[in-house]
């Protein structure tokens, strides 16, 4: 005969330990939901902290225990002419005529060549209005305007 080995049985303690843990685990669900429910800060408060973990928080979802945000008299924007766009403007020199200078924009969407007829362009970010052309196989944006961001203050 090969000896083997009986199983065990839990014991009384360790089975009293399981099911006053899982009591614990229930009695803190229920007094968790009805806080969820009854009290508006406490939900505005887990409803922050899940949307922080699973994506950007709704302005509505924000905590109301943080202290607000004090409000700063902003300077309101001048109304947003449509054919701006801004874009980091790098010079890359004279056209062929010399009445004009090649640019390399870089916005949002990417770098594109453009062409700007007139004095030469400092290289910064600035809004740009023109329209866009293809000329001997090249196409780009020719500016009609060019309109430099204020320094920072």
């Known amino acids: 005969p090969t000896p083997t080995i009986a199983p065990e049985k839990p014991s009384i303690a360790s089975l009293a330990g399981r099911i006053i843990f899982f009591l614990l685990v229930i009695v803190a669900g229920v007094v968790g939901f009805v806080l969820f429910k009854a009290n508006p800060k406490f939900r505005s408060l887990i409803k922050g902290v899940l949307s922080s973990k699973i994506g950007p928080a709704s302005p509505s979802a924000t905590p109301s225990a943080q202290a607000p945000t004090p409000q700063v008299p902003?300077?309101?924007?001048?109304?947003?002419?449509?054919?701006?766009?801004?874009?980091?403007?790098?010079?890359?020199?004279?056209?062929?005529?010399?009445?004009?200078?090649?640019?390399?924009?870089?916005?949002?969407?990417?770098?594109?060549?453009?062409?700007?007829?007139g004095a030469e362009i400092k290289e910064s970010f600035a809004q740009v209005k023109g329209a866009m052309k293809t000329e001997n196989g090249k196409t780009f944006l020719e500016i009609s305007e060019v309109i430099y961001e204020p320094p920072a203050a």
């Open 74 to 117: 902003a300077v309101q924007p001048v109304a947003k002419d449509p054919n701006l766009q801004e874009y980091y403007i790098k010079n890359q020199g004279a056209d062929e005529t010399k009445t004009g200078f090649w640019l390399e924009l870089t916005g949002d969407t990417g770098k594109i060549l453009g062409h700007y007829k």
